[in-house]
């Protein structure tokens, strides 16, 4: 299994990006509960045939949709160690606990966070910024919200995101039982970024109407054009109108691991809280979503309970309290920090910050290369690793070539963009975020774009 792997990981670039899945193979994954236990070898055999070839492909340094990690070597293997010890990180006195609050720490290092700062994994950014909002509303309403709800005491809650926020932000509102309609989608400037005069004007205006601010989420890498909304400035409205400030960084905020891109990211450090994955931009395995709270206690004190069978003992396996439990609502909870604090030794962050760097250079790459070519219109500027673009067309509904141009190319399993849509513009969406990924794979997508645009242009004549 381990040589098939490695073989694989090897080898990425000979394959497809992406191939449907014929009609066999999900027929086969129709079969019933199986009563008697089948032989490892085929199984394994099953899932080389039948499943490795069919997944979404991003570890292939062609992939360029969405923002998804590439993983690594040393994450696969870190995972395989952690599914062999098979720790419950939930709590009690154990070392895997340790690693999970060294990463922890490291983190707070890493964007000057104080000592009292927490953290801990989650399975992604969604979670992540739902724990930042529940923070956050603890802070605001008491700690009797946890206890009467928001029924009796939450009335007029208003939460600040921009236009360009990930829809989580929203969906943290209705998990939370705030609502999506308490949050403010603030406007954009010209490079897509939170308009922060706007931001101002709006948080003013829910005072006037005798409603309660409460919490802003600035985005630190959107996920559509990688902007990053003005941090600095964001901290210092929110801080001067008592609301929490939070930054959603799933991607953009391990740009701190480089010293180029860090600069960007001025501002971070004056946030509450975090919510980031290093299962992105860091390559770490999925899954491995973090959440980074300022004021450890306030985090503990919005989640932690000790029900009769969780009771903390000074001595013995019960020890070691504040357990990971106690900061989220996750009881049983995996081994994730071990993947991640394999792969910050193992690379280092000077490397990893490198490879993230290297995605960026690659962005300006292929930006430079689409203006270069006049069948081509760049949508977006590029902030980080994030390309916008479009094939131009006269004639047609570029909307509508434009999507059906991504789907041949995904197709044709040459390399996979996404899609989005800017300012009423489908564009093609190109987000670098492997480390495997180089110039001659932006070079075959955009052959392959060019081709399979001649081909349709050549149908429709
Ligand atoms: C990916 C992403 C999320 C969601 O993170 P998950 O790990 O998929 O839950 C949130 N915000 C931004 C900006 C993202 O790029």
């Known amino acids: 299994m381990l040589d098939d792997m490695f073989d694989y990981l090897e080898h990425l670039r ?29 199984l394994h055999r099953t899932f080389m045939d039948d499943v490795l070839p069919y997944a979404v492909g991003n570890a292939h340094p062609g992939f360029f949709g969405w923002v998804h990690g590439g993983g690594t070597p040393v994450g696969m293997l870190a995972e395989m160690l952690a599914a062999g010890l098979n720790a419950n990180v939930g709590g009690r006195d154990q070392v895997p606990v340790e690693v999970e609050r060294q990463v922890a720490r490291w983190m707070a290092e890493l964007f000057r966070f104080p000592q009292g700062a927490s953290g801990i994994f989650v399975t992604g950014t969604s979670m992540a910024n739902m724990i930042a909002v529940l923070v956050a509303r603890r802070r605001a309403l008491g700690l009797e919200v946890r206890d009467a709800g928001l029924a009796s005491m939450g009335q007029g809650l208003v939460a600040y995101t921009s236009a360009a926020a990930h829809d989580c932000i929203a969906q943290a509102m209705d998990l939370t039982g705030i609502g999506r309609a308490a ?50 400035r964001v901290a210092a409205i929110a801080h001067a109108n008592g609301l929490w400030f939070h930054v959603d960084g799933a991607f953009g905020a391990m740009a701190m691991l480089s010293p180029e891109l860090a600069p960007l990211l001025d501002g971070i450090d004056a946030a509450d809280s975090i919510a980031f994955d290093f299962h992105k931009w ?15 206690e306030l985090h503990r004190d919005t989640f932690a309970a000790a029900p009769r069978y969780l009771k903390r003992e000074p001595r013995g396996m019960a020890g070691g309290s504040p357990w990971p439990c106690d900061f989220g609502p996750d009881l049983s909870r995996s081994f994730r920090a ?32 689409v203006r270069r070519r006049p069948a081509f219109e760049l949508l977006a500027p590029v902030a980080l690793n994030i ?3 479009r094939y131009k067309v006269a004639g047609e509904d570029a909307d509508d070539f434009n999507a059906a141009l991504v789907a041949d190319l995904q197709e044709a399993g040459i390399a996979a963009p996404s899609l989005t849509t800017l300012r009423g513009k489908v564009a093609i969406r190109v987000a670098i975020v492997n480390h495997r990924s180089e110039r001659r794979d932006i070079d075959a997508m955009l052959k392959g774009l060019e081709e399979l645009a001649a081909r349709r242009l050549a149908v429709a004549r």
């Open 338 to 369: 071990l993947k991640t604090w394999f792969t910050l030794q193992a690379y280092g962050a000077d490397r990893m910050g490198a490879a993230i760097a290297g995605t960026c250079a690659l962005a300006r790459y292929l930006a430079d290369e």
């Open 282 to 296: 860091a390559q770490v395995p999925y899954d491995a979503g973090f959440v980074l709270v300022r004021d450890g």
């Open 387 to 389: 390309v916008c673009f």
């Open 183 to 232: 949050l403010r989608l603030v406007p954009l400037d010209d490079d897509f970024r939170m308009d922060t005069a706007a931001l101002e004007a709006a948080i003013a205006a829910d005072v006037q109407a005798g409603l309660k601010p409460f919490f802003v989420a600035a985005t630190a890498g959107t996920v559509d054009t990688a902007a990053i909304d003005p941090l600095r």
């Open 14 to 42: 000979e394959r497809p990006v992406w191939q449907p899945a014929p009609a066999q193979v999900r027929a086969r994954l129709r079969s019933p509960l199986p009563r008697e236990g089948a032989d490892l070898a085929t």
